[in-house]
């Protein structure tokens, strides 16, 4: 299309200059150029579509009827080319308008591609040559109409072409190269390169071609009167005016053409006029589409143009108003929300705490107290101050309900209230405890201390009570066995030390590793025929991934006390089958980590069985250095006496506290 165009811009053009438009003068009157030689070499590539070519076409007739055509005035010879190259006629082949015209209708355009290259070597070696009927000592002229960039090499062979004499006119048109123009034309370039835009702009060019090619212009050598352009013709002229204007019946002024006016424009709503065209706009609330011509409503919400802090709602094209979300009121700003506070403006049915959040609350109850099932009203949890309890010395409350503990020294009997006085004099224990991930750090700091707590209330010696602790998660990691400290001091700060492991929770392995390494007597256990009471303590939080049944069985087979202390979402089924007979003496579970510490208190490992043999070594008392150390044994022994007063009284001050402020 793009060739067509600029073909057809070039002829139109031409036709401009040569065309006999004097005033007063007949429509026969041809341009007075002298003898010239004249090709013109027409891009016919694939982009020139088939009623553009036939555009072109007539434009070529009508050029050629301006032309003074004969053998000894003005010869023309028509060359087109895309790929290839093809002479339409020659300079010799006509020597008549009629000839000419004939031949011009039965041109068949090639449609392939665009070597100008080729084209302009065939005019120079061929179409200029005294065997296609080119003259001696006439001048050379050749017109190349292209539309695009040309597909091989120009500017050698032109360059060559104007050394030989030939002046040529480069015409582009619309996506013509404006380089590859240049690279063709003979200088100077103002005068021999022209790029046309649209049709509508080749009047701007005929003044150039017309003083080339026909000598006098009354446009510059006359008061024309032209309000806009004058285009000279060979002792002629006629006005023309701008795009976008009209010419006046006085043939001289123009007038702008207003297309809105005129109802000539397919604007949806608002209609814009410039001379000659027009462009499209839209009433408030609607912006203009793609198609520059119909408009669309605008929903400032849905593009974000607003200031609304919650909610945004579209009333229509450019309106919208601001609303707010469940829970929240809009302000008198109407743009900003405010939560709804329930239970500051007492909406709310709770007997005892309300919690608010937007729009909605929640009820809760004071220390000591249970929120009931519907959710509003509270029960009392003070159970020891609220049921005959029993306990023989302290009643300690739990959530939803309650257990006994005695004081230090003596021991929680199988009825749970009452307190004896039986303490072992050694035991071997091994604490497995479930680090897995589910456990989070904060809780396994808790279950450290529970350790701590278990470690407190055994009288721990190389000779008396031995303690080991394995940690699990997906595998076993032994953190010290039954040899490695020997003082309660030493297994609490090794306690502390234990890092969290994270990962799985595989009981069983737990189960294996404590039953085949951590009762040997290579990591500590002291043997069987000893009967020093060997204890098994597990401590976890959710089911374990693998199973515990075989080597539950196998650890009370083996002679080993189970205990299982649960918490959370540890199952109970597994715990009561990890503990001994009776089960309810050795299994224990809370729901919350923080109350495990109350477990520790009620936990009593110590076993008194008679015939446990305590380790006696029978030491000279007048040694000195037995005597040196009965002396440090004693003062040690007072010192825990006092710190265990003390602990004692701190314990009392505080059981009174609690009472006073039960009153």
Known sequence: MGNLRKLSVFIFLTLAIFTTARPKSGPNQKCKSGPVDLVFLIDSSRSVRPHEFETMRKFLIDILNTLDIGLDTTRVGVVQYSSQVRSEF???????????????????????????????????????????????????????????????????????????????????????DMTSLRAMASPPFEDHVFLVERFDLIYQFGLQFQDKLCGIDLCLESEHGCEHICESFPGSYTCHCLPGYRLNPDGKTCSAIDLCAEGKHDCQQICISSPGSFTCDCNQGYHLNDDKKTCSPIDLCAEGKHDCEQVCVNMGPGIFTCDCNK?????????????????????????????????????????????????????????????????????????????????????????????????????????????????RPQNFELVKKFVNQVVDSLDVSAHGTRVGLVQ????????????????????????????????????????????????????????????????????????????????????????????????????????????????????????DFSAINTIAENLKLNVCPAESLREVEVKDPCACENLVEFQQATINSLDQFTQKLASMAARLEQLENQLLSRK
């Open 472 to 591: 699990y998660s997906s595998r076993v990691r032994t953190e010290f066995p039954l040899n490695m400290y020997h003082t309660a001091e030493d297994i609490k700060a090794a306690v502390m030390k234990v890092d969290y492991m994270e990962k799985g929770t595989m009981t069983g392995l737990a189960l294996k590793h404590m039953l085949e390494y951590s009762f040997s007597e290579a990591e500590g256990a002291r043997p069987a025929s000893r009967n020093i009471p060997r204890i098994g303590l597990v401590f976890t939080d959710g089911r374990s991934q693998d199973d515990i049944s075989e080597y539950a069985k196998k650890a009370k087979e083996a002679g080993i006390t189970m205990y299982a202390v649960g918490v959370g979402k540890a199952v109970e089924d597994e715990l009561r089958e990890i503990a001994s007979d009776p089960v309810e003496k050795h299994f224990y579970y809370t729901t």
């Open 327 to 439: 829970g929240y009121r809009l302000n008198e700003d109407e743009k900003s929300c405010s939560a709804i506070n329930l239970c500051a403006e007492g909406k709310h049915d709770c007997e005892q705490i309300c919690i608010s959040a937007p729009g909605v609350f929640t009820c809760d109850c004071n220390k000591g107290f249970k929120l009931n099932r519907d959710k509003r009203t509270c029960t009392n949890m003070d159970m020891c101050n609220t049921v005959k309890h029993g306990c023989d010395y302290q009643c300690v409350n739990t959530p939803g309900s309650y257990h006994c503990i005695c004081p230090e020294g003596q021991l929680l009997q199988d009825d749970g209230k009452t307190c004896g006085t039986c303490k072992s004099a050694n035991i071997d224990l091994v604490l497995l405890i479930d680090g897995s991930k589910s456990v």
């Open 90 to 176: 020659s300079l010799k082949t006509h020597s008549n308008l009629e000839n000419m015209v004939k031949a011009i209708n039965e041109i068949v355009p090639l449609a392939q591609g665009t070597m100008t290259g080729l084209a302009i070597r065939y005019l120079m070696n061929e179409a200029f040559s005294p065997g296609q009927g080119d003259r001696p000592k006439v001048p050379n002229v050749a017109v190349i109409v292209t539309d695009g960039r040309p597909q091989d090499r120009v500017a050698e062979v032109a360059a060559e072409a104007r050394e030989k004499g030939i002046e040529i006119y480069a015409v582009g048109v619309a996506r013509a």
